[in-house]
């Protein structure tokens, strides 16, 4: 993998991992969505092949898979080898199929329910 690809993955993982937690599989992929095509944006040399990930939404069309599963998945990020797998509760999970071994690069849990109950009513002796 060219040292320039390289630098842009780990950016983007860098900026991903600042990020708040998504509370949807909708919102794990305008996130992951938007800050590829920042990073991409901001690179030197951005992809040739940006403009047809810029257009991507999630649906089978665009390569989604297990759309009506959990988690559903897309097999390469803009033809990078990068694996996503996002679910229902807006974790998501980034492998490198294009290493031996697909290594997970970032696991990133969705954002947990509140946990706030409902207080007891007074106890009457």
Known sequence: MPQQRIRRI??????????????????????????WL??????ATPDKDIEAFRHMQLRAEDGWQNLEGDPCHLQSIEHSGLCL?????GAFVIQDLSSPSHPILMSK????PSMKQAVPDAVTS
């Open 10 to 35: 780990f950016a983007f993982l860098a900026v991903l991992e600042k990020a708040p937690d998504c509370a949807s599989r909708e919102e794990a992929f305008e996130l992951v969505h938007s800050t």
């Open 109 to 112: 849990l969705g954002a947990k």
């Open 85 to 89: 797998y996002l679910h229902s509760d």
């Open 38 to 43: 920042k990073v991409n944006m901001e690179s």
